[in-house]
């Protein structure tokens, strides 16, 4: 088992930068295939990005594709999520969570076993 913990949220305006991280709690960090979602108000929870136990494989969801980059730090327990050139309708409460699932870079929340509380996000026009 894992525990997640995001931080690095905030207000931002449109064009800006955000750094996000998720630290994890547990000896196992290495053997989750992790990944970032976001929830805007009235929205579904939505994809992302995710990342391979090694750091090797990425994917993203074309929304962000070319702004946003996930990356792990394995020896600290953390993961990423490097937010630039960030948009209004980028607004959400971003989650990172944990697949026991290695390497299969997954976009289906559901498929995801653990999750932090999240850590908001705005960005002003």
């Known amino acids: 088992q894992v525990q997640l913990g995001e931080s690095g949220g905030g207000l931002v305006q449109a064009g800006g930068s955000l750094r996000l991280s998720c630290a994890a709690s547990?000896?196992?960090?290495?053997?989750?295939?992790m990944g970032w979602f976001r929830q805007g108000p009235g929205k579904e929870r939505e994809f992302v990005a995710a990342i391979s136990t090694s750091g090797g494989m990425t994917y993203y969801s074309d929304s962000v594709k070319g702004r946003f980059t996930i990356s792990r730090d394995n020896a600290k327990n953390t993961v990423y999520l490097q937010m630039n050139s960030l948009k209004p309708e980028d607004t959400a409460i971003y989650y990172c969570?944990?697949?026991?699932?290695?390497?299969?870079?997954?976009?289906?929340?559901?498929?995801?076993?653990?999750w932090g509380q999240g850590t908001q996000v705005t960005v002003s026009s």
């Open positions: 969570a944990a697949d026991r699932q290695q390497n299969i870079l997954r976009a289906s929340w559901t498929t995801y076993d653990y």
């Open positions: 547990g000896r196992t960090f290495t053997t989750y295939t």
